[in-house]
């Protein structure tokens, strides 16, 4: 698994846009961390590097669901800080999360569902106020995912073996 050390805002927009180039055309990044460690800035990077702007990439925390479209392609950017799981069963977000274009997920921690093929991230803060960044493993099929989600759906019949 990689890990990054970010020491300023503009390293962790230049991972951001490092994973770009990962996630195209049709990928999806998650991620984790408490408040402030900087999911937001590594967003704006992704983003920047699809020709978004990274400044029209705020905390969609009362929004949700923010899509952009930039040169290089389709951004959308998601924030379930303030959702419970049982309210994000009617959001679409499977369908969403599946469909064209980059996808990043903050709170990722929260989906109530696995994503399948993503870039997983955990970032944190570090004394000093630099951010550590962390990739971390997404099972690769449900007997291998940690204890569920007591408000996780039933797997679908093309998820069985």
Avoid: C
Wanted: aromatic share 4%; hydrophobic share 40%; proline share 7%.
């Amino acid at each position: 698994m990689r890990s990054w050390v970010s020491a300023s805002e503009e390293e962790t927009l230049a991972v951001g846009a490092a994973l770009a180039e990962e996630l195209r055309p049709d990928g999806t990044l998650l991620l984790s961390g408490e408040l402030g460690s900087g999911k937001t800035v590594l967003a704006r990077g992704v983003a920047g590097a699809l020709g978004v702007p990274p400044r029209a990439v705020v905390s969609p925390t009362f929004t949700l669901i923010a899509e952009h479209q930039g040169e290089g392609g389709r951004f959308v950017h998601v924030d379930l800080y303030r959702l419970e799981p049982g309210e994000l069963s009617r959001l679409g977000l499977e369908e969403l999360l599946a469909g064209e274009g980059v996808k990043v997920v903050e709170w990722a921690e929260r989906l109530p569902f696995e994503v399948r093929g993503a870039i997983s991230l955990e970032l944190s803060r570090q004394p000093g106020g630099g951010r550590r960044i962390e990739e971390v493993a997404v099972p690769a099929s449900p007997r291998q995912a940690a204890p569920r989600n007591p408000f996780q759906r039933d797997q679908r019949r093309e998820d069985l073996p």
